[in-house]
Nanobody, 125 residues
Framework: QVQLVESGGGLVQAGGSLRLSCAAS????????MGWFRQAPGKEREFVAG?????????YYADSVKGRSTISRDNAKNMGYLQMNRLKPEDTAVYYC?????????????????WGQGTQVTVSS
């Protein structure tokens, strides 16, 4: 089992920045690919970004956040992060971190076995 707890969400004006954190406990987090997903009101949950577990981590981003966001992880601290800049109102959603046992990043939710409870991000215009 891997337990994930997100933090760092909040209310921010458009153009601002937030850094989301994901604290992991339980099984060796460093062996899991990590992903961030989000779910806006009335919409399905969607992939935001993902990072592999290896030392030379590979990162993938959804087109909607590419160039504005950076995913990272600190395996020694069992932490994952999502830095989001130039935030837009359409970024408003609950953001979830998730852990996948697969070695490559997938945008499919079904590939992720463990999920956090989510953190709310609200971007005002």
């Amino acid at each position: 089992q891997v337990q994930l707890v997100e933090s760092g969400g909040g209310l921010v004006q458009a153009g601002g920045s937030l850094r989301l954190s994901c604290a992991a406990s339980g099984r060796t987090f460093s062996r899991y690919t990590m992903g961030w997903f989000r779910q806006a009101p009335g919409k399905e949950r969607e992939f935001v970004a993902g990072i592999t577990w290896s030392a030379g981590s590979t990162r993938y981003y959804a087109d909607s956040v590419k160039g504005r966001s950076t995913i990272s992880r600190d395996n020694a601290k069992n932490m994952g992060y999502l830095q989001m800049n130039r935030l837009k109102p359409e970024d408003t959603a609950v953001y979830y971190c998730a852990a996948s046992p697969y070695s490559s990043v997938s945008s499919s939710q079904t590939n992720y076995d463990y999920w956090g409870q989510g953190t709310q991000v609200t971007v005002s215009s």
